[in-house]
């Protein structure tokens, strides 16, 4: 059973819709990050977090640490939205190591 | 605003060489780390450095694997002897409150 597991695999939403994307791990965590990359590769921290909610922009995390769940929202979606968002925990057990999700490939359609 | 740069973006090597991947963090972190994505895989963490020194590495960083921070800037993998499943892009990440910032990564790809 992988450590991290997202949901959906893939998503397609139409332009301006609201987006969630669920994160759930099954280890204790010190971090929760939440990490986007584009098309070309390249990997853009979203959030990192810890316990309850951040916004930034169009864009929400949240964290439950009881259920061992986050979620990050998109609200009024856009096609420049269009990446993988790649939810990493940051194991309590462990000094550095990241443990990766497998990532939810989002397309945003005009 | 401050980045993080890798180079080259891409390299083609034939298996068995040797291979040095550059890194050069954000000049106030203080923590750095080399991460691996096969092609179609999660990402993956190899390894982390601190205080000139391996902090934590992953059972991926064998003795094939190594790192250095040569002059104070640049922050270097190496991969000693490659082999063909070394072929993925590789990311360097510094931080120094926790969150990672992620250099665009460096293609290698081993023949």
């Known amino acids: 059973k992988n450590e991290v597991e997202q949901s959906p695999q893939n998503l397609t939403a139409q332009e301006g819709e609201f987006i969630t994307i669920n994160c759930s791990y099954s280890?204790?965590?010190?971090?929760l990050h939440w990490l986007q990359q584009h098309p070309g590769g390249g990997i853009v921290s979203l959030f990192m977090?810890?316990?309850g909610k951040k916004k930034h922009g169009r864009l929400i995390a949240t964290i439950n640490i009881q259920e061992k769940h986050s979620s990050l929202h998109i609200t009024a979606s856009h096609p420049r939205d269009s990446a993988v968002y790649i939810c990493?925990?940051?194991?309590?057990?462990?000094?550095?190591?990241?443990?990766f999700g497998p990532g939810t490939s989002l397309s945003v359609i005009p | 605003e401050p980045e993080v740069t890798q180079t080259p973006s891409h390299q083609v090597t034939q298996m068995g060489q040797e291979v040095i991947l550059r890194c050069v963090p954000i000049s106030n972190h203080l923590y750095f780390y080399w991460y691996r994505q096969i092609l179609g895989q999660k990402v993956e963490f190899l390894v982390s450095?601190?205080?000139?020194?391996?902090?934590?590495k992953s059972e991926i960083f064998d003795d094939q694997f190594s790192v250095e921070r040569p002059d104070g800037s640049n922050f270097t993998l190496k991969i000693r002897s490659t082999k063909l499943e070394d072929s993925a892009m590789y990311f360097c990440?510094?931080?120094?409150?926790?969150?990672?910032?992620f250099g665009e990564g460096s293609r290698l790809t081993v023949l």
């Open positions: 990493a925990v940051k194991s309590r057990t462990s000094y550095d190591k990241v443990i």
């Open positions: 990440a510094s931080s120094v409150t926790g969150e990672l910032f």
């Open positions: 450095f601190y205080n000139n020194e391996i902090s934590e």
């Open positions: 280890v204790g965590i010190s971090a």
């Open positions: 977090l810890s316990s």
